[in-house]
């Protein structure tokens, strides 16, 4: 059984702070992805990154996806307000019949003013 | 990004009814769909796969014959959730995937069963 192992769970911090959430497995990944989720609205996609070693910058988030591709993490640079949210790192594989996502169990971001 | 839609976005029910969630997929051709379940403060639980045409797949531990799934079309899919109790109250999202793209997440329906 494949399995995400995501850190840490809960991330309380003050505005301007960096901050980095993990995700690691025992398995390769084809590819994965990162959400971000509202409460009561579904997870939103905010990248993919499907290379060994591939980072990827939106804004102030940087994504790095291991050379090994069984790890990734998320990097958030001067953390605002508005970043607050759960984070759901999510890895695809597609050597099975059907290539579903296995999720992680989430980090829920607060980040206070 | 691709817009999946679901309807109802919530919904509340007697116990021993059944309910209705559609799924839908507006800008793009849904070859594969997803249901999921997630709970309060923990993440999302795959409960089945349906391809287009086919009969859905349900991870180990959820009853087919309580959440039935139609993937009749490329972008319509609905989970049917038969004689609801209060245990099934929960938060239901769909996802829907052309191919092997990305897959994209609905806004989720909150069922409540009383």
């Known amino acids: 059984t494949q399995l995400l192992e995501q850190s840490p769970q809960f991330l309380s911090i003050q505005e301007g702070e960096n901050l980095t959430v993990y995700c690691n497995s025992s398995?390769?990944?084809?590819?994965l992805q990162w959400y971000r989720q509202e409460p009561g609205e579904g997870p939103v996609l905010l990248v993919t990154v499907v290379t060994g070693g591939e980072v990827k910058k939106l804004k102030r988030l940087t994504f790095q996806f291991g050379d090994a591709r069984k790890d990734s993490s998320l990097h958030i640079t001067a953390a605002q307000p508005g970043d607050t949210g759960l984070y759901l790192c999510a890895g695809a594989s597609y050597g099975g019949s059907q290539g579903n996502l296995i999720f992680g169990k989430g980090t829920k971001l607060s980040v206070k003013p | 990004g691709a817009v999946v839609s679901q309807h109802p976005s919530w919904v509340i029910c007697k116990s021993g009814t059944s309910v209705k969630i559609e799924c839908r997929s507006l800008d793009f051709q849904a070859t594969t769909m997803f249901w999921y379940r997630q709970f309060p403060k923990q993440s999302l639980m795959l409960m089945a796969t349906s391809n287009e045409g086919s009969k859905a797949t349900y991870e180990q531990g959820v009853e087919k014959d309580k959440f039935l799934i139609n993937h009749a079309s490329l972008t319509l899919s609905t989970l049917t959730v038969t004689s609801a109790h209060p245990e099934d109250s929960s938060f239901y999202i769909c996802s829907a995937r052309e191919g092997l793209q990305d897959e994209f997440f609905g806004p989720g329906t909150r069922l409540t069963v009383l």
């Open positions: 398995s390769v990944f084809s590819s």
